[in-house]
């Protein structure tokens, strides 16, 4: 059917009068549920305990509930794919934490690629590793441990939970490093390698400071150096391994990423309420009290941060032909 002149005329200036939504309309609405921030580990650990600091904020900030959903498995790599995989649409993300970037390297047949298949959107705070040995040990410096560890090669148990695991190589780094031989006894819980580091049935661990640092001040274990390059606030008398070991840098660390193709309105809007989070002073003294240090930034320095974590423990594995158990 023909439409009259006038008739079209009019339907076609009503159609030009409706506005075009624009390419941030999607970040402008954003979030009309509720997110899922999905954590590789067990609830109560270091990366749950930041992850739902973090999640509390968004919340309020964003007027939507942030579930914190707890998916451990495979050295965190289950919740790590279910993101890869997950839609771009800001809805799922992950609580990245220092073994996603070991794991990129370290398992070698992935469903996934941490560089080409997670955005990432913010760092949240980095933990200090803690040097510590059993009070046996008779070393009270790190210069005096390593000529200890020389003068007994092969009889020094390093303890750890796992292969692969932070703690696992940030020793690793410090036998490349100082050319000590330590023996690597992996546990299948941090509590076992605790448990064991304080009986003495074994000797030295380079542990997550919130995991040890009651037993330290508690005077159950020693605290040797801390593995960050500044000192920590909460160990503030205790040197880095730095300072006797030039160049030695470890530490776990968390942040969030998204889906790959993540529209980066999105990323932004996270990104802002995130760092907003790492500045108030509330948010700032709890993780100073679970040892750690905020550490707001763009997505870009995220970014280059976990590509220089990556090709950093790549090495160390390497050196040290370690392999998934």
Known sequence: MKLPRRRFLHLAACAAAVPVAPR?????????????????????????????????WLSERLGQPVVVENRPGAASNLAAAAVAHAAPDGYTLLYLATTTAINASF?????????????????????????????????????????????????????????GTTMHLAGELFKMMTGVDLVHVPYRSPPQALNDLIA????????????????????????????????????????TV???????????????????????EIIDKLNT????ALSDPEIKARFTELGSTVVPGSPAAFG??????????????????????
């Open 24 to 56: 941030h309309a999607k970040a402008q609405t954003y979030p009309s549920r509720p997110i899922h921030l999905l954590v590789g580990f067990a609830a109560g650990g270091s990366s749950d305990i930041a992850a739902r600091l973090i999640g509390n």
């Open 107 to 163: 398992y070698e047949n992935l469903d996934f690629d941490l560089h080409r298949d997670i955005a990432l959107v913010a760092g949240v705070n980095r933990i200090p590793n803690v040097m510590e040995v059993n009070p046996s040990v008779p070393a009270k410096t790190v210069p005096e441990f390593i000529a200890y560890a020389k003068a007994n090669p092969g009889k020094i148990n390093m303890a750890s939970t796992g292969n």
């Open 200 to 239: 003495g049935r074994v000797q030295i661990m380079f542990d997550v400071m919130t995991q040890s640092i009651e037993h330290i001040k508690a005077g159950e274990l020693r605290a040797l150096a801390v593995t960050t390059e500044a000192r920590s606030a909460a160990l503030p008398d205790v040197p």
């Open 242 to 264: 730095g300072e006797f070991v030039p160049g030695y840098e470890a530490s776990s660390w968390t942040g969030v990423g998204a889906p790959k193709n993540t529209p980066v």
């Open 273 to 276: 309420e995130i760092d907003a």
């Open 304 to 325: 280059k941060f976990i590509a220089d974590e990556a090709a950093k423990w790549a090495k160390v594995i390497k050196f040290a032909g370690i392999k998934p158990e």
